[in-house]
């Protein structure tokens, strides 16, 4: 279903669009955190399955984030051609953000497959683990293109203001995942190799569908009169001018998370990664939600950009706030009363010494979630306008305080230390990203296709 975001009331219209996009990432993250939870339960050594996915999940968040930088920029693109009414020169820009990010995905994968176990050794990934985390890598790195064919076709539909298409894909992807996960493993014994060709399997799927309903949906599409072409390289430049910035800043804060990973498993201590990879698992899926209602804003934001109306921008931003507040509100509360609840499910026979670190990391890092969701609401509104500079300065920040902060406090404090760096580098980076929203700035750097 299409929906034409530049009318109606905006309150209406962004719990319209954004639930479903909730939803569907719930499911999402739902089903990355079913992985562990039945690795963990299901396979003969559980702390080690864990530790073993764990180590490799910030290389995977590093695919994923040129994934989602690309789907940005050709979201926003898409986004303000819709809101404008310019739909033969939409139509180009799909297929040019179809054709590019299929190259884009390929090199990825190529790069991928050859560096692999150099990048699970260059981040101290223990012995006891080496093999099952370079197995699962390989696997999830074959996936790559379907990760990108969805994400790109995710943020089409977003942009044409559907947000119950990638809903129903991903409701199907999920379930399917789990009962493959429990398959693989019970049934055919493929321990944390079948953890992975699940997701590959459930993602690949979901990608075919999503392409295949795009194509459909293109092809009823309304004319203005333009001639659609299937590639442009004036649009592909417009796409990069928004996508690589965000790609640069996702896959920063990825190359970060990279980093820590490494000072995690520089300790040798399976208990240690086991609990940092169950907690991370749990903070992604609150950061996660929130970030998928703020690109809701940002596709807000680019439609009425595209229709000229900058007044609607500030009444949708204040609405968005109040959704995410709805989200990030409770999770804290969960968190930190049931983090210890949480972090058992991850384990068949509970490390007292890793359900103590996941805890640490929850309680540390959970009551600073609504200074995530300040920043990633600015930001939304920054990038959706195409002011990408400012969102791209706000994250950096982020990310450089945390890398930097996690080498100092691990000396000095720990593996405490560690999470404490997640708190300051959201706190100073949303402060940031207010300062840019509320003085305007972005205004006028917006760009208009």
Not at 46 to 51: K, L, P, S, V
Not at 212 to 233: H, K, W, Y
Request: proline share 2%; glycine share 8%.
């Amino acid at each position: 279903m299409i929906t034409d975001m530049t009318v109606g009331k905006p309150s209406r219209v962004l719990w319209k669009f954004c639930l479903p996009l909730l939803i569907s990432v719930a499911f999402q993250q739902f089903y990355n955190i079913a992985d562990s939870i039945i690795a963990g339960n299901f396979i003969a050594d559980g702390e080690n399955a864990i530790a073993a996915i764990g180590a490799s999940y910030p290389v995977t968040m590093l695919f994923m984030a040129f994934a989602v930088g690309y789907n940005s920029g050709c979201s926003v693109i898409c986004s303000n051609l819709f809101g404008s009414h310019k739909f033969g020169r939409l139509r180009t820009a799909i297929w040019t953000s179809v054709i590019s990010s299929a190259v884009l995905s390929l090199i990825l994968t190529v790069t991928g497959i050859v560096f692999s176990a150099d990048i699970a050794q260059a981040l101290n990934t223990p012995s006891e683990i080496f093999e099952d985390a370079c197995a699962y890598l390989n696997i999830y790195v074959y996936g790559v293109p379907f990760l990108f064919l969805y994400n790109v076709c995710t943020g089409i539909f977003s942009a044409l203001g559907d947000s119950r298409t990638p809903l129903y894909f991903l409701i199907g992807s999920s379930i399917a995942n789990i009962i493959l996960d429990i398959l693989m493993i019970t049934v055919f014994g493929m321990g944390v190799e079948g953890v992975a060709w699940a997701t590959f399997i459930a993602q690949g799927c979901a990608a075919v569908l999503a392409f295949i309903t795009l194509i459909r949906r293109i092809g009823r599409m309304e004319t203005d009169g333009e001639a659609a072409r299937i590639f442009s390289v004036e649009l592909l430049g417009k796409i990069a001018a928004i996508s690589i910035p965000s790609i640069l800043q996702q896959s920063f804060v990825s190359v970060g998370n990279l980093f820590i990973q490494g000072i995690v498993n520089g300790y040798d201590s399976a208990a240690v990664i086991a609990g940092y990879s169950s907690a991370i698992k749990l903070n992604t899926f609150v950061v996660t939600c929130v970030s998928t209602m703020s690109n809701g804003m940002s596709s807000f934001t680019a439609q009425n950009v595209g229709a000229g109306n900058l007044k609607r921008i500030s009444e949708g931003f204040r609405v968005s706030l109040v959704m995410s507040a709805f989200i990030a509100i409770p999770v804290t509360a969960v968190y930190l009363i049931f983090g210890e609840n949480l972090i058992y499910m991850f384990m068949k026979e509970p490390d007292t010494a890793a359900v103590a670190v996941g805890c640490n990391f929850l309680n540390i890092v959970a009551p600073f979630y609504f200074s995530v969701t300040a920043k990633l609401n600015c930001d939304a509104v920054l990038k959706g306008a195409g002011a990408v500079k400012y969102f791209v300065i706000t994250t950096f920040t982020d990310l450089i305080l945390r890398v930097i902060l996690a080498f100092v406090f691990s000396d000095m404090f720990g593996v405490e230390g560690i999470w404490w760096c997640w708190p300051i580098g959201w706190v100073v980076s949303a402060a940031l990203s207010v300062v840019f929203y509320a003085v305007g700035h972005w205004k006028r750097h917006i760009t208009t296709v």
